[in-house]
């Protein structure tokens, strides 16, 4: 007859607990995701990029979100991080607040701070336009940051054209790339990704979009399944489209979950240089 110790785990009590506590470090990760900022990097080469502008850096940030889920803490470090890389160019891809326009002015007090020598150029997002395209307006014109609301601005040789948000507003190519010299290299900031199946073919050597937050939560295999339609065609990360090569980034913010699951918040610092045919 065996006698089963006192004390003593047998290997399958084991396994239960080392899975039970596995899960349990991954929960309380994913659940602390929402506080660790991803800064990811890429070197692009950019065909009509002039070669006094190579190479160039252009950071990147989207739906910073704030309101009660996203305190203002976490816009300010989010904004250190920014400017501690040191960024030729910043441009900012939408919906700054979440549930109301009144946290406006705390947003952009904290934005204002972004730093960079070719300046802070920004485009609404779909909250943006929900809050009233006014008031975004009328508080952005408080700071420095430029706005872009299907209108471009010519730098050097490249073209910042910024596209109002698809849900809320409407997409105006032909308006944000009217005084677009010939020649000139072109980087189209949108919210919404599908804004690049509205653009005409080749529009731009690259896209940048925010909007799905990569999702928030995802779960491999399950999400795609559960996304709605009208998010599920893009996630985050590259995309080659039909208008130019598009970057969707995760976001910094959050919404309709406090929580990201595999999905770290995201600024992203591109490297333009001249052409070798590389993505990275």
Not at 87 to 107: C, M, R, W
Not at 241 to 249: D, E, K, N, S
């Amino acid at each position: 007859m065996k006698v089963k110790r006192e004390g003593s785990l047998s290997r399958r009590c084991v396994l239960r607990r080392a899975m039970a506590g596995a899960f349990g470090v991954t929960v309380a990760g994913s659940l602390g995701e929402s506080r660790l900022l991803d800064v990811t990097r890429h070197s692009l080469a950019i065909q009509s990029l002039p070669a006094a502008l190579s190479p160039l850096k252009v950071a990147f940030a989207a739906d910073f979100h704030l309101g009660d889920w996203f305190p203002i803490r976490k816009v300010r470090e989010s904004v250190d991080a920014i400017n501690r890389l040191g960024a030729d160019l910043i441009l900012l891809g939408g919906d700054y607040v979440t549930e109301s326009p009144d946290f406006y002015p705390a947003v952009f007090a904290e934005l204002s701070r972004l730093r960079a020598p070719m300046g802070v150029y920004a485009v609404p997002g779909n909250h943006d336009n929900w809050g009233g395209a006014g008031r975004f307006l009328d508080e952005i014109s408080r700071t420095d940051i430029v706005p872009l609301v299907n209108e471009g601005v010519d730098l050097s040789g490249l073209w910042v054209a910024g596209l109002d948000d698809m849900w809320g507003g409407g997409v105006d190519w032909q308006r944000a790339t009217a005084r677009k010299p010939p020649d000139a290299a072109v980087i189209a900031v949108g919210h919404n990704p599908y804004t690049a199946d509205e653009l005409p073919s080749g529009a731009a050597d690259l896209i940048l979009a925010g909007h799905t937050h990569g999702w928030q939560v995802y779960i491999p295999l399950v999400s795609r399944a559960l996304i709605p339609e009208n998010m599920s065609k893009y996630r985050c990360g590259f995309y080659r489209t039909a208008a130019g090569l598009m970057y969707v980034t995760r976001g910094v913010g959050l919404s309709l979950s406090r929580i990201r699951w595999w999905c770290r918040p995201e600024a992203t610092l591109f490297e333009l240089r001249a052409p070798d045919g590389s993505v990275s």
